[in-house]
């Protein structure tokens, strides 16, 4: 069941014409603080707002079409919830999406435009993937989870295939970490490349920190972080293997480097991205990659809730 870069390229071509083709932007100011030449690979603009179209449309567009019309069932906090409903709805399959009630109102919001029903949890007291997975045994709709499917895998890897692709130079790319899908997609996109590749996670929700560590899957208790995104309680099971076997290392940063990063992108470089995408440029800004490598970095997504925004920037 684990995927392989041969899974990445499929899905490359599986999604040629369907998901954009995001740019890579670079910028003077950004090179001159760090010391290194940096690429930025803008997922803020890809459909949905955030790379998790990619694996959603992929695991989706895979299903016969009986299984499509019974539906899809998904969990997330936003972007993997906008992702599935979007694909959903371009594949015909009806998306229910379980959502913890403190998501962001902009995530919940694009949701619903997209055609998705609603379900609510509590974040600290409910498991959302047995809710899922009881609602897709009741209904016969098939789960689609966010990281830990080779197809969603294969998908995520894709947004670093490109860049790769684009700027065969790079010597160093910065990954955000959650649950592992992008970071695991993106260490098979580099294989036999020599790249090194590095997930970044809040310090506050550094569960794959510890796990890198350990050399096993750590458990953390639900973390608060700004970067809600990043908030699984440990590496996934597919893709934990992937990361220990092929990753460079987990970097860490801290709530106020995530929200300097967040302001530099918007009033800097006029990019809005959000706290979770925004933890590449905030390892970058710390000092943590010595001066004169070539970084990629991807900025892996730009839904950013109104509110969190205005409060960011009142911090500046």
């Not at 009986?66 to 919830?81: L, Q, Y």
Request: contains cysteine; neutral net charge.
């Amino acid at each position: 069941m684990s995927p392989t870069p041969e899974d990445v390229r499929a899905a490359a071509a599986l999604l040629a014409g369907v998901v954009h083709r995001t740019p890579v932007v670079t910028s003077r100011t950004l090179d001159s603080l760090t010391g290194c030449r940096v690429l930025l690979k803008c997922e803020n603009f890809q459909r949905a707002g955030a790379f998790k179209f990619r694996g959603a449309y992929t695991a989706i567009s895979r299903l016969d079409p009986d299984r499509r019309r019974a539906g899809v069932v998904a969990f997330s906090s936003g972007n993997h919830a906008q992702a599935v409903a979007l694909a959903g709805r371009l594949l015909d399959a009806p998306a229910t999406i379980f959502m913890p009630t403190d998501a962001p109102a902009s995530k919940v919001a694009a949701t619903t435009s997209y055609g998705a029903t609603i379900r609510w949890y509590d974040r600290l007291t409910e498991d959302r993937a047995a809710l899922a997975a009881a609602f897709a045994a009741e209904t016969g709709a098939t789960l689609i989870p966010p990281f830990d499917h080779p197809s969603i895998i294969a998908g995520q890897g894709t947004a670093a295939l490109e860049l790769v692709e684009d700027a065969p130079e790079l010597n160093v790319l910065l990954v955000p970490v959650g649950g592992g899908g992008l970071i695991a997609g993106s260490l098979l996109a580099t294989v036999g490349r020599r790249i090194e590749v590095y997930g970044v996670e809040p310090a506050a929700a550094d569960d794959t920190a510890q796990s890198f560590r350990a050399g096993r899957r750590v458990t953390i208790p639900p973390p608060h972080t700004i970067a809600d995104g990043l908030r699984p309680t440990s590496p996934g099971e597919l893709t934990f293997p992937i990361l220990l076997r092929f990753a460079a290392g987990i970097l860490t940063v801290s709530e106020e480097a995530i929200a300097s990063a967040v302001r530099f992108l918007l009033l800097r470089l006029k990019l809005l991205v959000e706290p979770s995408g925004a933890v590449g440029v905030a390892a970058l800004l710390s000092g943590t990659v010595p001066a004169g490598r070539t970084v990629g970095v991807i900025l892996s997504g730009g839904n950013v809730d109104p509110e969190t925004l205005a409060s960011l920037l009142g911090e500046a």
